[in-house]
């Protein structure tokens, strides 16, 4: 069930600040600002208004997700970074929210590192789109224009 506001905050974790020049093969050559930019277009083509944060701080992102809930946000889109794989506190911050939260990745963890094959964000997230590039959170975001989380 989503929130009635048009609004969704896009949250993206540790190094992603770094996005472009952090291993290309990987995450490609897509900036952060560039993904932001794409966002913020079909945003608008979609009648959703974004808020788009980056931060290295675990802390932080459990602060932002309980600010969504609060705000009312209708969905988060979270690429939580390698705190996808470590974070217990994020899991229980989203299962604490109501609002629903979209765990989005550039890359497929599942065909990276053994380590990376476990999601805590999965765990509590209402839909995971990964793989796509820059292209999940576009993804992501049409699932919530759409009501499909």
């Given amino acids: ?18 996005l472009g020049m952090r291993e290309p093969e990987i995450y490609g050559s897509a900036t952060l600002d560039d993904i932001a930019g794409m966002l913020e277009d079909r945003a608008l083509t979609l009648g959703l208004e974004i808020d788009m944060r980056q931060t290295n701080h675990e802390g932080m992102l459990v602060d932002w997700l309980h600010e969504a809930q609060a705000e009312g946000a209708r969905a988060v889109l979270l690429n939580a970074g390698a705190y996808t794989h470590t974070s217990i506190a994020l899991l229980d911050a989203i299962k604490a929210i109501t609002t629903p939260v979209i765990e989005v990745h550039l890359s497929n963890p599942k065909q990276r590192e053994e380590f990376r ?33």
């Fill in 117 to 149: 094959h476990i999601s805590y964000v999965g765990m509590g997230a209402a839909k995971t789109v990964e793989g796509f590039g820059p292209d999940s959170y576009i993804i992501a975001l049409e699932a919530v224009a759409n009501d499909e989380i």
């Fill in 1 to 18: 069930m989503t929130g009635s506001s048009n609004l969704v905050y896009v949250l993206n974790g540790p190094n992603l600040n770094l």
